[in-house]
Structure formats: structure tokens, C-alpha cells
């Protein structure tokens, strides 16, 4: 069982930043890949970016969010990060957290292992 706790999320205006985590816990290997995915009022589950819990730490995003999202994780803190820069109001959403033994997923479905995800609000 894996275990995933976000967050970070929070309420900033158009242009800011925010730093979502994903502390992870329980058991991990390093075939794992770690994912974000997001969901709107109203809109499906879409995702965001995912990383290789491997050494080598590759990572793979979504085209809108490709230079303005970094995903990146400490395997010593066990944790898996998510930084957004460059906030749009329509980036609003809950934020999950997920882990999946199907290397380098970008489909929900795929993932076995969800947080409970952290609300991000981005006003105009």
C-alpha cells in the first residue's frame, strides 16, 4: 500500500506561484511513476505531469502546462513536488497526487494510489 498526502495548495492571483508536495508513504519502488493530475468544477480529471521514481527522475507533462509547471521529487524526503509558476485563473482546480506501477501513465485509470488532493485557486 502506498500512501499520498498533498499540499501547498491555496489561493493566489493570476501570475503567482504556488509549490504543491506529495508526501509519499508505505511501500515504494522504483519502477513506480508519481503523477499530478487536476480536476475543475464541472470538467474531467486531466493530467498534469508525471516523474519515474527511478534515478532517473524522467518526466513528462501535459503540452498547456510545458514550461510553466516543473515537477521534481527528493527520494531521501520522500516527497514529490509540483511548481507553478505563471498561475491563470482557468489553472484552478483540486490537485491529486497519485502513483502507479505502469511506467510513465498520463491515463487516471491507470493510477492505483490517489491523495486526497489540495484545492489551488487562481483569481484575475
Known amino acids: 500500500q502506498v500512501q499520498l498526502v498533498e499540499s501547498g495548495g491555496g489561493l493566489v492571483q493570476a501570475g503567482g506561484s504556488l509549490r504543491l508536495s506529495c508526501a509519499v508513504s508505505g511501500r515504494t519502488y522504483s519502477t513506480y511513476t508519481m503523477g499530478w493530475f487536476r480536476q475543475a468544477p464541472g470538467k474531467e480529471r486531466e493530467f498534469v505531469a508525471h516523474i519515474t521514481w527511478a534515478w532517473s527522475a524522467s518526466t513528462y507533462y501535459a503540452d498547456s502546462m510545458k514550461g510553466r509547471f516543473t515537477i521534481s521529487r527528493d527520494n531521501a524526503k520522500n516527497t514529490v513536488y509540483l511548481q507553478m509558476n505563471s498561475l491563470k485563473p482557468e489553472d484552478t482546480a483540486i490537485y491529486s497526487c497519485?502513483?502507479?506501477?505502469?511506467?510513465?501513465?498520463?491515463?487516471?485509470?491507470?493510477?492505483?494510489?490517489w491523495g486526497q488532493g489540495t484545492q489551488v485557486t487562481v483569481s484575475s
Open positions: 497519485a502513483a502507479t506501477t505502469t511506467w510513465r501513465a498520463i491515463v487516471a485509470s491507470q493510477y492505483a494510489y
